[in-house]
């Protein structure tokens, strides 16, 4: 109960801070904030794209406390060269389905599936707090507003 508390108030907090400009708030786009990337999914016909090389995510790969279990959802050296690499720091977000909020921060190298898309920061921003605004209330609903009304990858 304490825990689902400080979370709730937390949210509370960061729903706060991002939903009020004050002096000196400018907007950006993540665009202007870092590079965007949407992941690609190697050819599930070809085996031999899949391995034990380097983890390979999914949407149903994303928890509901923001990790990332991959499981043995891997692909091989040769599947990496058609897939696309996200370096560590990169913000992960689902962007389909039921399951289009999910976020995730990310510590390690990782490839990813087409419906998730990547934001990996510029050297002036802090990779943490971007990602602690992305999960904010204000944010989440927005992006949920958004994927709703489009039915539809974006």
Not at 22 to 50: A, F, R
Not at 80 to 102: D, Q
Not at 123 to 151: C, D, R, T
Request: aromatic share 10%; with cysteine.
């Amino acid at each position: 109960m304490c825990k689902k508390r400080a979370k709730e108030l937390f949210q509370s907090k960061l729903n706060d801070i991002f939903s009020q400009k004050g002096d000196g708030w400018e907007e950006k786009t993540l665009g202007d904030i870092g590079q965007v990337q949407t992941g690609t999914t190697p050819s599930t016909k070809d085996k031999l794209n899949y391995g034990v090389y380097i983890p390979f995510v999914k949407p149903p790969h994303f928890n509901k406390d923001g990790s990332i279990d991959s499981g043995e959802s891997m692909l091989s050296k040769k599947g990496l060269e058609k897939g696309r690499l996200f370096s560590a720091n990169s913000i992960l977000m689902v962007c389909i389905g039921a399951t289009i909020e999910k976020l995730d921060f990310l510590k390690l190298l990782l490839v990813q599936i087409n419906k998730i898309n990547a934001l990996t920061p510029n050297e002036n921003y802090i990779p943490k707090l971007l990602y602690y605004a992305l999960i904010s209330p204000f944010v989440q609903n927005q992006v949920l507003s958004i994927g709703k009304s489009a039915q539809a990858t974006y």
